[in-house]
């Protein structure tokens, strides 16, 4: 299975990463690459093997349900790239005045 | 000044309690090892000098009071910077953490320190654990001690170097498919990967949580069993992490190996790929181990075959929704002039992340999208249960197994870093005890004939053996005798 340049581009924008056309090009050669060692695994009969997500037995590992001490809202914040009046600053999500 | 490279984690303990020295004397000699050392091998990003002397003044006031001293009082302690301690950055030798403060303390750090140890650092890795030599980092590779023209292996590079050379006496790494183990075996220290569970995660920024642990790295196994006292047990941050009855990891150490069965697990020694020095130390241990009075025998674990591939697939597809996190709005790097928010998200995190952690992020992202889901993560979550039984019909005939660390000893800076196949090779041994969640050990089988450089043995045990694990890598240990002190450093004081 080979992935073209317009699949790298796909998975860039699911990915959140503006990338250069060298990168697309570099990284189409690397995963097809990697992907191509890695294809044996999409050959194997597995269909009556079930998955394992976790390689324990531990099962619906619950806590109860307290009210416990959290970052104050100043330590929250403190990391943020831009924060004001108690919040996040990000750029404008939903409509201006002419909303597209 | 003492040479506190010299000094096990115990007799600094004692000599403190024992008013030998101070912790400090033991604080300044660290940090003065450090100082002399570092610019050439560059284990640490961070150098908490201030951190370190706040906890010494906690220990000799507790001396002068006559206080019993926790287990590990003094002992000057490195921990990767993928774990959060509060007073420091964390940032995962990246560049979109370049300047992150640490929120809260992870509770392996926390544990460590509440069991006395002096926080010297936090050290240089591989980008958010992304490789295996920490060439992958943004404020560029640590040296391996043995020869500074070679890497120490990764991702934990940084804390192996820094007890290598003296500069901590024990250190903390994460492990996700080798990241401590194969740093271990390229400089000749003790390194653990505990069982998955057995140590809580909170606190270490996540790569991939269905494989990542935390573990210690020593000069000898003795202060790797100790350090797994300190920091292992249940924690309610963590759900993952088990509640078990507390164990002393050091109580059955020197209990020796009459009749424990060994397992040589043939087909990953006789794998291409493996140096011939690599595998003779491996025959060479288990005539060692049979000579202690183990019964040696062979094994195969065919599935392994399929380790690499389906960890190349879980790893980054986990990482790749462990990161996602990092979009430049609560912290991080964010780029000054975005257009919208799709356009700040897809630049911040496009300038932050190094190539190594960009290729994962792809390959993770690609494999779970729509259309690829059932042909990659479902088809190698199904070959992890193949590997995860291997290991069981293995442990019915064996108590451990032993394999080499990683096929190489170390290679050269540069040597491996335009291929990316050829560096996910050097973690073939290791990776497959993650995907089955098992507890092993690196420990040091001596030095390559040739090279003289370290050549690490794997001892793997099955869930929460680290007794029987680390029994048997302190009775080889005892066996074998091996200097951990590299040439390059054994002068320095």
Sequence with gaps: MSISEAQVRHVALLARLKLTDEEVARLGDDLNSILGHIDTIRQLDLADVPPTAHALDVVNETRADEVRPCLSREEALANGPEVAEGAFVIPRIVGGGDAS | ?493
């Design chain 2, 1 to 493: 000044m003492i040479d506190v490279s010299r000094l096990t984690a115990t007799q600094i303990r004692d000599g403190i309690a024992d008013r030998l020295f101070t912790a400090r004397e033991v604080a300044e000699a660290a940090l003065g090892r450090i100082e002399a050392l570092d610019g050439q091998v560059h284990a640490f990003n961070q150098v908490t000098a201030e951190l370190a002397y706040a906890a010494a003044e906690r220990i000799d006031d507790a001396v002068r009071s006559d206080v019993v001293l926790p287990p590990l009082a003094g002992v000057p302690v490195a921990v990767k910077d993928n774990m959060n301690l509060l007073g420091t950055r964390t940032t995962c030798s990246s560049r979109i953490l370049e300047n992150y403060e640490s929120a809260y303390d992870c509770t392996a750090v926390r544990r460590l320190l509440d069991a006395g140890a002096l926080p010297v650092g936090k050290c240089n890795m591989d980008e958010f654990a992304f490789g295996s030599s920490t060439e992958n980092s943004t404020f560029g590779p640590t040296h391996n001690p043995w020869d500074l023209e070679r890497v120490p292996g990764g991702s934990s590079g940084g804390s192996a170097a820094a007890v290598s050379a003296g500069m901590a006496t024990i250190s903390l790494g994460s492990d996700t498919g080798g990241s401590i183990r194969q740093p271990g075996s390229l400089t000749g220290t003790v390194a653990l990967k505990p069982t998955y569970g057995r140590v809580s995660r909170y606190g270490c920024v996540a790569f991939a949580s269905s494989l990542d642990q935390i573990g210690p790295f020593a000069k000898t196994v003795g202060e790797c069993a100790l350090a797994l006292n300190a920091i292992s047990g249940k924690d309610p941050m963590d759900a993952t992490s088990v509640d078990r009855p507390a164990e002393d990891f050091t109580a059955t150490l020197a209990e020796g190996i009459a009749g424990l069965r060994v397992g040589i697990v043939t087909d990953l020694l006789e794998a291409e790929g493996c140096e011939g020095a690599v595998r003779d130390s491996v025959r060479s241990a288990a005539e060692t181990f049979a000579a202690l009075g183990a019964e040696v025998g062979e094994v195969e674990l065919p599935s392994t075959a399929h380790g690499l591939s389906a960890y190349y697939i879980i790893g980054p597809a986990e990482a790749s929704s462990n990161l996602a996190r990092f979009d430049g709005i609560r912290y991080g790097h964010r780029v000054g002039d975005a257009d919208d928010v799709l356009d700040l998200y897809m630049r911040s995190r496009a300038e932050g992340f190094g190539p190594e952690t960009i290729r994962r992020v792809m390959l993770g992202t690609y494999a779970l999208s729509a259309g690829y889901y059932d042909a990659y993560y479902g088809q190698a979550q199904k070959a992890r249960t193949l590997i995860k039984r291997d290991f069981e019909s293995a442990f019915e005939r064996f108590d451990v197994l032993l394999t080499p660390t990683s096929p190489t000893v170390a290679f050269k800076i540069g040597e491996r870093a335009s291929d990316p196949l050829a560096m996910y090779l050097s973690d073939v041994y290791t990776i497959p005890v993650n995907l089955a969640g098992n507890c092993a050990v690196s420990v040091p089988g001596g030095l390559c004939p040739t090279s003289r450089l370290p050549i690490g043995l794997q001892i793997i045990g099955t869930h929460f053996a680290e007794s029987t694990v680390l029994r048997a890598a302190a009775a080889f240990e005892a066996a074998l005798g091996f200097d951990p002190t590299p040439p390059l450093v054994r002068d320095v004081q």
